[in-house]
């Protein structure tokens, strides 16, 4: 089936720090979506991408569709407390939109 | 105005019983599902319904039985519970043909 495979896994950073991960598909996607979940709730919504190439910002996140449309990436500037969390690459599967692929995580400390 | 509600929060049973999660949500989304989040955060589909009617069933042991009495609620139903039961339930929503998911904030269920 179909794999999302998120980098790193954890990182521990200081506020005010820039912050990049990315998600890698063994297939390619038509969707990619980014979520987070803070500790003790479920998953939000953060970033959706519909195009290859596409290139999307929501404040101090910014998000890009890879060309491939095997890959996207995160990215958060200036890093803040509430950043804390573990971010969640997400995909359409084969089946439909229904059948969400969720990436394997990568989760955000923030050093005081 | 919760959107997607799940009750209860937290439910510790013993092995061998018999339990529900219900949920319920009021965004009008015609489809719902719920996903299962081990203890390495691992986010997996188990169900989805789409106005009442199940259009995915992973592979699930059928000790789980979803049921839909209307589009807005789906409740789980665990008979026979296990150790590997253990886990974060989430119960989600959508519009068919949206991907965006919106997620209730989970139920840990912990089986002793």
């Known amino acids: 089936g179909q794999q999302l495979n998120q980098s790193p896994q954890s990182m521990f950073i200081q506020e005010g720090e820039d912050v990049s991960m990315n998600c890698t598909s063994s297939?390619?996607?038509?969707?990619w979506l980014w979520y987070k979940q803070d500790p003790g709730e479920g998953p939000v919504l953060l970033i959706a991408?519909?195009?290859?190439?596409e290139l999307t910002s929501n404040g101090r996140l910014t998000a890009q569709f890879g060309i491939t449309r095997k890959d996207s990436f995160l990215n958060i500037s200036a890093s803040i407390p509430s950043d804390v969390g573990i971010y969640f690459c997400?995909?359409?599967?084969?089946?439909?939109?229904?059948?969400?692929?969720f990436g394997t995580g990568t989760r955000l400390t923030i050093i005081p | 105005d919760t959107a997607v509600s799940q009750t209860p929060k937290y439910l510790v049973t013993q092995m061998g019983n018999d339990k529900s999660i219900k949920c319920e949500q009021n965004?009008?989304?015609?489809?719902m599902y719920w996903y299962k989040q081990d203890s390495k955060k691992f986010l997996k589909i188990m169900f989805s319904?789409?106005?009442?009617?199940?259009?995915i069933n992973e592979t699930v042991p059928n000790r789980f039985s979803p049921k839909s009495p209307d589009k807005a609620h789906l409740n789980l139903h665990i008979n026979s519970l296990e150790l590997g039961d253990s886990a974060v339930y989430f119960c989600?929503?959508?519009?068919?043909?949206?991907?965006?998911?919106?997620f209730g904030n989970g139920t840990r269920l912990t089986v002793t």
């Open positions: 991408l519909y195009k290859a190439g």
């Open positions: 989600a929503s959508s519009q068919m043909g949206s991907s965006p998911l919106h």
């Open positions: 997400a995909g359409p599967s084969n089946f439909g939109n229904e059948k969400l692929t």
């Open positions: 319904y789409n106005n009442k009617e199940l259009i």
């Open positions: 297939s390619i996607f038509n969707t």
């Open positions: 965004l009008g989304h015609d489809t």
